[in-house]
Nanobody
Framework: QVQLAESGGGLVQTGGSVRLSCAAS????????VAWFRQAPGKEREFVAA????????YLGDSMKGRFTISRDNSKNTVYLQMNILKPEDTAVYYC???????????????????WGQGTQVTVSS
């Protein structure tokens, strides 16, 4: 099973940018689809973005389109989430998750992912 570790969170002003990283270890990373989810205080976990094993296809949550980009570098066992034009409502703990077997119709579902990182806090000040 792959182990995941997020980094790159912090405090940023409205309109600013942050790049999160999800570093993987312990298994063949290129075999895993990877997703980002986020959870704000008092809210359910929300799908942010996902990328297929070879990086050829990626998917974004509706409120992230035009602002966020997901990418991966399999040579570095890392997936990135570039977040631009940040808003206070983007404030949350961001988690990366991985799965070898997720199907396209379920790629936005957190139940599709067995491996999870500990999360990294992103706070957007207004």
């Amino acid at each position: 099973q792959v182990q995941l570790a997020e980094s790159g969170g912090g405090l940023v002003q409205t309109g600013g940018s942050v790049r999160l990283s999800c570093a993987a270890s312990g298994s063949t990373f290129r075999n895993y689809a990877v997703a980002w989810f986020r959870q704000a205080p008092g809210k359910e976990r929300e799908f942010v973005a996902a990328i297929r094993q070879n990086g050829g296809s990626s998917y974004l949550g509706d409120s992230m389109k035009g602002r966020f980009t997901i990418s991966r570098d399999n040579s570095k066992n890392t997936v990135y989430l570039q977040m631009n034009i940040l808003k206070p409502e983007d404030t949350a703990v961001y988690y990366c998750a991985a799965s070898r077997t997720v199907i396209l119709s379920a790629i936005r579902s957190e139940g599709s992912y067995a491996a999870w990182g500990q999360g990294t806090q992103v706070t957007v000040s207004s």
